[in-house]
């Protein structure tokens, strides 16, 4: 039995992503698709303990603290985990693999770490090859990438604050010049390995839950 189809979701923090992976997977599942949706970073899973370690500030409060290579390798062992343990088999059997965030949220927010172009093409080889031909990762069919205008994510991301405020936010969340700098990252991987993007918001403010989805579910649907 062939393989199945591995849609990627990609958006900075405070782009609506979970609201709109979870659109999507309600879609397909209508239109009659057997989908199994994975998030990444896997926190229920003990793979993730050195991302959580990383993220939580153990080995620095800055994302800069810790090199694009090594913060990958955290990173990909924890999909790769998840991808022998949770859904290889799933998608072997040729079901459709939903997946919020994957190899290509490292392509991002660790290349925007490297300043020098050179260097950073080839730390881009370098993770494509590690993950999807050393580990042998499956390569996505599609990346969905939703780009929201950074102030209009800033105002979001605070606002979900305000709605729960018990919730410890990461050092990459707490960095703003460093979440925008990944918008600009994301706009230049996307370009570069010819991501879907969906524009999320007009002239200052988000565009409906509604409207965005129909664009997703449009560029999605053509690779399925």
């Known amino acids: 039995m062939g393989k199945g189809k591995l849609i990627t979701i990609e958006a ?8 709109q992976t979870k659109a999507l997977l309600d879609h397909l599942q209508k239109d009659g698709y057997n989908v199994m949706k994975v998030e990444y970073p896997d926190y229920g899973s003990d793979s993730s303990a050195l991302v959580k370690m990383y993220l939580g500030g153990q080995f620095g409060q800055h994302a800069d603290d810790v090199d694009a290579y090594g913060a990958s390798a955290f990173f990909a062992v924890d999909r790769y985990a998840s991808f022998h343990l949770k859904w290889k088999g799933a998608y072997e ?31 881009l080889s370098w993770l494509w090859d590690f993950e999807f031909g050393k580990l042998k990762l499956p390569i996505p069919d599609v ?3 939703l780009d929201m205008d950074p102030d209009v994510s800033d105002r979001l991301i605070k606002e979900r604050a305000a709605q729960n405020k018990d919730r410890k936010r990461d050092i990459h969340e707490m960095d703003k010049e460093y979440l925008h700098r990944c918008h600009s990252a994301y706009n230049w991987v996307a370009d570069k ?28 649907k053509a690779y399925i």
């Open 12 to 19: 900075g923090d405070g782009s609506g992503k979970a609201t």
């Open 93 to 123: 059997a040729g079901n459709v693999i939903l997946a919020d965030r994957y190899t290509t949220s490292n392509m991002v927010h660790q290349a925007v770490k490297i300043q020098d172009q050179v260097r950073r093409e080839e730390f």
């Open 143 to 145: 990346v969905v990438y």
């Open 193 to 220: 390995y010819g991501w879907q993007k969906i524009i999320c918001s007009t002239n200052g403010r988000p565009r409906s839950v509604e409207e965005i989805h129909e664009d997703v579910y449009a560029a999605v």
